[in-house]
């Protein structure tokens, strides 16, 4: 091979390195930034999933407990990112969790008191804030086989506060009046001394740990006479009495909703839930779900009536 020839072979081998040197660094170049963003956008995501997931905590309330454990669960099964948790043992319990820290929403069946708001800014270094999410009317319950069928909240407020102590007395058999009622943690309880006991409850009442064993006391006992919230009067071997609102007036069926609604039955109030600061992110959403359509459906299927217009009024702080 000439000297020519070997130069140019030669020539065009170094060309070729050159040119496959070039190339890969190019490859190299080129892949290096796909790679960068497919790891910043995987880290974005799960910046995202964790700032999407949330967990909350519910508690208070017995007579809410089954109600917002059902709109807690329905609103779990579209919302799988976030777990909700729903505990009962009284409004008063719920309001103490809160006002502590260790739960995010406490349902009340009652307005938090002054000495209770002023704690829980004591505490958080925020204002309390609250939503009506359902409306109850609490139930006077007696066994099925009971005859009376209507008492004025006086007739009921004289046999809570043990003036009353046989049915004969208003016009039911001759049989002794067994008082069933809850502890004094349940916003209940201090619903029904405020507004129809007006005075101390009697002795000989049987403070029970729960609704649920109001109702199953009751159910037991023919002479046996209890209160709970709306959604559990309708249960097999209760009935819920007609109240009226005094000896002059009409008596209202609870269990009928536009007596509710229109405030005809006398033992009517809204249904609360409490938080410190106003609410945001899964929390807000959650509490969206609750005052929609679809939320105040799963309410009535619970036994429990829609909110008013007053409510939605009342919750424009909270929710807007």
Avoid at 134 to 150: E, I
Avoid at 253 to 275: I, K
Wanted: include cysteine; hydrophobic fraction near 40%; aromatic fraction near 6%.
């Amino acid at each position: 091979m000439t000297d020519r020839r070997w130069l140019t072979v030669l020539g065009v081998i170094l060309l070729a390195a050159v040119m496959i040197a070039g190339c890969g660094g190019l490859a190299e170049e080129q892949t290096d930034e796909p790679v960068e963003e497919a790891e910043e956008s995987e880290n974005n995501s799960g910046e995202i999933a964790a700032q999407e997931a949330a967990s909350l905590m519910l508690g208070g309330s017995d007579s809410e407990v089954n109600v917002v454990a059902r709109l807690a669960e329905e609103y779990m099964n579209e919302n799988p990112h976030v777990s909700i948790a729903v505990t009962g043992g009284g409004s008063g319990v719920g309001i103490s969790s809160l006002i502590d820290g260790d739960i995010d929403v406490a349902n009340s069946s009652r307005p938090m008191r002054d000495t209770e708001e002023d704690a829980l800014r004591d505490n958080h270094g925020q204002e309390p804030y609250a939503v009506r999410f359902a409306v109850d009317g609490v139930a006077v319950l007696v066994n099925d086989a009971n005859p009376v069928k209507a008492l004025t909240v006086e007739q009921v407020g004289a046999i809570y506060r043990g003036e009353i102590t046989n049915w004969s007395e208003v016009g039911g058999d001759d049989l002794e009046i067994t008082l069933y009622g809850r502890q004094s943690t349940s916003g209940t309880y201090v619903f029904f001394m405020e507004l129809v006991v007006q005075g101390e409850y009697s002795e000989r009442k049987r403070n029970m740990a729960g609704t649920s064993d109001i109702v199953e006391a009751v159910i037991g006992d023919g002479g046996g006479i209890g209160y709970a919230a709306i959604g559990y009067a309708n249960e097999d071997g209760v009935k819920a009495l007609d109240i009226a609102a005094d000896e002059g007036s009409e008596a209202y069926d609870p269990t009928v909703l536009e007596n509710v609604t229109s405030g005809d039955y006398p033992l009517t109030r809204p249904l609360y839930q409490y938080m410190a600061g106003k609410p945001e992110g899964a929390l807000l959403d959650y509490l969206l779900f609750e005052v929609s359509e679809a939320g105040q459906n799963i309410v009535l299927d619970e036994g429990f009536y829609p909110i008013t217009e007053a409510d939605r009024e009342f919750n424009k702080n909270a929710l807007q």
